[in-house]
């Protein structure tokens, strides 16, 4: 390994300080753009890779899991924007950024990725948003909120009321109850 003399390690540095500056000054110029609640959430995105970058610098992480954790919140950035851009409202809803490899944290079953389609949802629980290219894939999914997951449960129950009356639109609301044999 070369050793680099003090005047060239100190260029370097002033080169990487002043590119991070540059970096974080065009974040803050993006974030003006949105409403409290976005900018809010950037902002979060922002103290979140302060604290990978200071646990880098003090060498608690690998340097796989700083590249890992910092390009997932590159991802969640690039796809809240894109959300708040195509919609316009002041609005993000609590995003996972997850690699295939990390499917089965959120995931009992996982779907297999060349299957994903936008907006599907998976278990009542998620609806994928869509794919970020940053480092490596990460797929990008919306929790649902309760309102919209019961919402789900119920027309799924519905629908299958429905069919087990042989097509009635007539449906129970109330949950059965199972007595034990």
Do not use: W
């Amino acid at each position: 390994m070369c050793s680099l003399s003090g005047p060239v390690r100190f260029a370097l540095s002033i080169i990487a300080v002043l590119t991070l500056t540059g970096l974080a000054a065009a974040q803050r110029q993006t974030d003006l753009e949105f409403g409290p609640v976005v900018s809010a959430y950037l902002g979060y995105l922002n103290n979140e890779q302060e604290v990978v970058d200071d646990r880098a610098s003090r060498r608690e992480v690998t340097p796989a899991y700083y590249r890992r954790n910092s390009n997932r919140i590159h991802a969640l950035r690039e796809m809240a924007i894109k959300l708040v851009r195509q919609s316009g409202n002041d609005y993000v809803p609590e995003l996972e950024a997850v690699t295939v490899d990390e499917f089965r944290t959120i995931f009992e079953r996982s779907p297999q990725p060349a299957t994903l389609r936008p907006n599907e949802v998976f278990g009542n629980k998620f609806r994928y948003l869509g794919s970020v290219r940053s480092g490596e894939n990460f797929y990008v999914f919306a929790r649902l909120d309760p309102y919209e997951q019961a919402e789900l449960i119920q027309r799924s129950s519905k629908s299958v009321v429905a069919g087990s009356v042989g097509g009635s639109s007539e449906t129970s609301t109330r949950a059965r109850r199972v007595v034990p044999k």
